[in-house]
């Protein structure tokens, strides 16, 4: 996989089908919603959540969670992220917020 991905303006198309025997938290997930833009856009939410939480964990803290003044959090600073990582993530399946 490449970590530094080149800019580019193709468009990327998926077409995929989901069980829930495959992944029931997900398909229960995305269920709620009819086909469409709705379904969709829930899909996308969370593929950016999950991308969020995945470099988090993979040290990037700093960067994602830099302060005000561009300097990376101090070690108290992520520590109590460290704290917070799994509510964060829990947070990421909740029921959508509604229009």
């Not at 495959?22 to 999950?50: M, S, W």
């Not at 994602?64 to 993530?89: C, K, T």
Request: aromatic residues 6%; hydrophobic residues 35%.
């Amino acid at each position: 996989m490449n970590e530094h991905p080149v800019e580019t303006t193709e468009v990327i198309r998926l077409l995929f089908e989901l069980e829930r025997a495959d992944n029931p938290r997900l398909y229960d997930d995305l269920i709620r919603f009819n086909k469409g833009t709705k379904r969709v856009n829930r899909l996308r939410t969370l593929a950016q959540e999950g991308l969020l939480v995945q470099q988090l964990q993979k040290g990037l803290a700093g960067h994602v969670l830099g302060n005000q003044n561009g300097r990376a959090p101090d070690a108290g600073e992520m520590v109590q992220f460290e704290q917070n990582r799994s509510s964060l993530l829990n947070q990421v399946f909740e029921a959508p917020i509604t229009e």
